[in-house]
Every structure is written in structure tokens, then in C-alpha cells.
């Protein structure tokens, strides 16, 4: 069926009722996850590289926070574990503004992805992973690893 036909048949039902036509656009899929920080008492705000396949500093202590940019949309529930446990975190909606920074979003601006705080809640060391899978097509699993000395 040809989708233009659909669209106009819509905008024209919607013009005649008064109601205003809304068209949303599909949500686009996972193209990105990635380990952008590690957070403890001894060491701090650890910055992640692309490609880095371990902490630079060593995050002993009991308060270790992992935090994940995924790019696309995910479902509500990814797979965060730390040497197979399964670790709990939370998401926050990720934005663009017009010079292409990712930051928290607010009213009116587009949602491009998520950031996850995880707390690995005492575990000391280990390898991170989370992965996650795509809400629409082409329902993609993305995954990243990072070991935390």
C-alpha cells in the first residue's frame, strides 16, 4: 500500500475534523554503546576512551559507579553485569542541542539515546559488560565491556 496515499488520506480526515495531523517518526535503533565513565573514592571521575579495554587507575573501595551512553532507542531492560552478576542502575533520557553535545534533555528538544548510572554496589573488580537490543528493526543487540581494576 502506498504510504504517501496514507498520510494524505490522514491529513485530509484530520484537516476536515479540526483535529491537527501528527505523524511521529520511527525511533531509530542502537548504532552505539560504550562505557563513558568510571566513578570512585580513590581515584574519582575515570574518563573512558574509545576502545579502552581497562581502567586506568585502580577503583578499590566500595563505591564504584559505572556510567553507559547507548545511542538509539533500547529496551527498558539491558543486561548490566560485573563478572556475571547482575548489577542495577538507572536511565536518563540523552539529548543533542544544534552544536552536537549530548546533554540531559529538556522541553522540546529530541531524545538520541540514554545514559546509565550503575552502582556495582561493593564488588571491587571485575569486567563490566551491558548490552542491550533495539526496540524496532533492526532489533540489533549492542554490547560493551570494560575491566575495572
Known amino acids: 500500500m502506498n504510504k504517501g496515499w496514507m498520510k494524505g488520506c490522514g491529513l485530509m480526515i484530520s484537516l476536515l475534523s479540526g483535529v491537527p495531523a501528527a505523524f511521529a517518526a520511527s525511533a531509530p535503533p542502537l548504532s552505539e554503546v560504550k562505557v563513558i565513565k568510571v566513578q570512585s573514592a ?18 578499590g573501595g566500595s563505591s564504584i559507579k559505572v556510567y553507559v551512553l547507548e545511542i538509539g532507542y533500547g529496551q527498558n531492560q539491558p543486561q548490566a553485569t560485573l563478572d556475571g552478576f547482575e548489577v542495577n542502575g538507572s536511565r536518563s533520557p540523552v539529548c543533542a542541542f544544534d552544536n552536537g553535545n549530548l546533554t540531559e534533555c529538556s522541553p522540546g528538544r529530541k ?4 545514559l546509565y548510572s550503575f552502582d556495582l554496589a561493593g564488588k571491587q573488580q571485575g569486567t563490566f559488560t551491558f548490552s542491550n537490543t533495539s526496540i524496532n528493526a533492526p532489533r540489533n543487540t549492542l554490547s560493551t565491556q570494560l575491566y575495572i581494576k
Open 42 to 59: 580513590s581515584c574519582g571521575l575515570e574518563d573512558i576512551s574509545d576502545g579502552q579495554a581497562q581502567t586506568g587507575c585502580n577503583h
Open 111 to 114: 531524545t538520541v539515546g540514554s
